[in-house]
């Protein structure tokens, strides 16, 4: 992700997948768009990896991620329903 962000000329992440979810803007799984993350976790909450989101195809959530260090990137259908979201969107400020 780190790379991906850099080479893109976007918005710098830092390294490791526990630190991108404390510096993104947390978002309720149901509101993510192409391009937000997806965060796994362990029961306890520890963070251990992190895929973009893609879109929806058949039903699913299809997501893109490097499986493990070393591993080319590629689509995959996430392997569980439990995780948490984030984005580097700006939120919509309502002015009165």
Do not use: C, E, N
Not at 9 to 30: C, D, N
Not at 68 to 78: D, E, N
Request: net charge positive.
């Amino acid at each position: 992700m780190w790379f991906s962000y850099r080479k893109a000329g976007l918005r710098p992440l830092p390294r490791t997948s526990r630190q991108q979810y404390r510096a993104v803007r947390h978002i309720k799984p149901m509101r993510l768009q192409r391009g937000d993350l997806m965060f796994f976790h362990t029961r306890k909450g520890r963070v251990y990896h992190v895929a973009i989101f893609l879109g929806w195809r058949h039903g699913h959530r299809l997501m893109l991620h490097a499986p493990k260090p070393g591993k080319r990137v590629q689509r995959a259908r996430p392997w569980t329903h439990h995780f948490w979201a984030g984005t580097l969107r700006h939120s919509k400020q309502h002015h009165l």
